[in-house]
C-alpha cells in the first residue's frame, strides 16, 4: 500500500490551486479546479448533476477539460452524461462497472496526470464508504469524496469498519496544510456530534462558532485543512484518550483497538439527531 509521502517544502512555493465549488443538491458541493496553465479551462469533481455545472462554465466563461470521480453514487456521477454532450474529455475514476462513463481507470498509487493542464494527482485508494472509493491529492489539496468529511466521516455502505478506518488514518496522513474538499456541507452537523463525543475540545468548540458565522452567511465552510482535522474530527482521532473512553461509555466496555472505537463512533453518529 502506498505510504502517504511529505512534500518538500520549497523556497519558492507554487501558488494555490485554483478551486470554487458548485452546489448541487441539497448539499452537494462539485469542485471546479482551474488549470494553473489557463483557468478558463477547469477540471469537475464528482459532477452529481450537469445543469449547475453548465451554468457556471457559462458564467465564468470556462470550458470543462476533464472530470475526476471519487465514487459510483449518482450523486457524485449523475451530471456526467450531461457535461459529456458539451464535447468529449477525459472521465477519469476507479475500477468499477457501475461508473460506466469513465474513459481512464487510476488505481492506487498510480498519477493521475493531466499534463496539457499542468495539473497531476496522487490516487489514495480509501475503501469504506464504497468498495472502490478513491481520492485525488495533489498540488496542496485532497479531493476524498465521500470519505472524509470536515469533523466527520462518510457513512460505511460497503465496507468494515476496519477498512474505512485504514482509509481514513491514510487520508490524514497528508501534510497538515492541505486543503480537504469533501464532497458535502456536513460540517456543522458533524460538529454537534463530534462535541457530543468530545465535548471539552477547544479546536472543535472554537471551529463551531467559525461554521456558524460562515454558514448564516451561506459561505461554504470548505475546504478545510487537515491540521484541523486532526484536531475536531473524531474519526481521525480513535487513538484519543478522550474520544475513545466516550467509544467505550458508549459501548459499555472496552474497546481494544482503535479500529473498534472507530466502528463504535460510526454506528453511534448513524443514529445520532
Ligand atoms: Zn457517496
Not at 469542485?31 to 458564467?59: C, F, K, N, T
Request: glycine residues 8%; hydrophobic residues 40%.
Amino acid at each position: 500500500m502506498l505510504q502517504v509521502k511529505y512534500a518538500c517544502k520549497m523556497p519558492n512555493q507554487p501558488a494555490p490551486l485554483g478551486v470554487r465549488p458548485v452546489r448541487a443538491f441539497t448539499d452537494n458541493y462539485i469542485w471546479l479546479i482551474e488549470s494553473p496553465r489557463a483557468p478558463a479551462r477547469v477540471v469537475a469533481v464528482d459532477p452529481g448533476d450537469g445543469a449547475p455545472v453548465r451554468a457556471e462554465l457559462e458564467r465564468s466563461r470556462s470550458s470543462l477539460a476533464a472530470i475526476l470521480l471519487t465514487h459510483h453514487h449518482a450523486d457524485h456521477i449523475g451530471g456526467v452524461s450531461a457535461l459529456l454532450e458539451l464535447g468529449a474529455v477525459p472521465v477519469i475514476g476507479p475500477e468499477d462497472s457501475r461508473i460506466p462513463q469513465r474513459t481512464q481507470t487510476v488505481r492506487d498509487g498510480e498519477r493521475c496526470e493531466l499534463p496539457d493542464l499542468g495539473l497531476s494527482f496522487d490516487i489514495l485508494y480509501v475503501p469504506g464508504h464504497t468498495l472502490s472509493h478513491i481520492a485525488f491529492w495533489g498540488h496542496g489539496a485532497l479531493f476524498c469524496g465521500d470519505t472524509l468529511f470536515s469533523a466527520g466521516c462518510g457513512r460505511m455502505f460497503e465496507g468494515t469498519p476496519r477498512q474505512m478506518h485504514a482509509s481514513l488514518n491514510r487520508l490524514g496522513g497528508v501534510p497538515p496544510d492541505t486543503q480537504v474538499y469533501c464532497g458535502h456541507e456536513y460540517t456543522a452537523a458533524n460538529l454537534r456530534f463530534a462535541l457530543n463525543v468530545d465535548p471539552k475540545n477547544a479546536a472543535a468548540l472554537e471551529y463551531r462558532e467559525r461554521v456558524a458565522r460562515l454558514r448564516a452567511a451561506d459561505v461554504p465552510s470548505l475546504p478545510s485543512r487537515m491540521a484541523l482535522e486532526l484536531r475536531v474530527n473524531p474519526f481521525l482521532r480513535c487513538d484519543d484518550a478522550a474520544v475513545r473512553a466516550a467509544a467505550e461509555a458508549h459501548a459499555g466496555g472496552p474497546l481494544r483497538e482503535p479500529s473498534e472505537v472507530f466502528g463504535v463512533l460510526r454506528a453511534w453518529k448513524d443514529k445520532f439527531h
